[in-house]
């Protein structure tokens, strides 16, 4: 069993008691969310695909703690101009368990 949700405006695919990373959202670690925007769900009879979202579907986790991804580095530089810049960035995620599908 599993459904594809969107989180955020990313498309994610989720099964239960599955770990997702997803952008940074609103809520204390241990606190329960809910996604409504399911666009497949699969649950083993049949697959039900939304158009543009399956209806009375829903998808419940629960947040276990924000982190923050891998180091990005961004390098701008213009040639014969003496001009380089160097930053980094590390974008933050929200740590997901998958409940329920429904």
Do not use: C, W
Not at 8 to 29: H, N, R
Not at 46 to 59: I, M, Q
Not at 77 to 90: E, F, I, S
Not at 93 to 99: A, G, R
């Amino acid at each position: 069993m599993y459904a594809i949700v969107d989180i955020a405006g990313q498309q994610l695919k989720v099964s239960k008691d599955q770990y997702v990373y997803a952008p940074k959202m609103e809520g204390e670690t241990g606190a329960t969310v809910s996604f409504d925007k399911v666009l497949l769900l699969d649950n083993g009879k049949g697959v039900e695909v939304g158009a543009p979202l399956v209806k009375g579907a829903k998808v419940s986790g629960k947040i276990l703690e924000h982190v923050k991804g891998d180091k990005l580095i961004v390098f701008k530089k213009k040639r014969r101009k003496g001009y380089a810049v160097k930053n980094g960035h590390r974008q933050q995620y929200t740590k997901v368990q998958i409940e329920s599908i429904g």
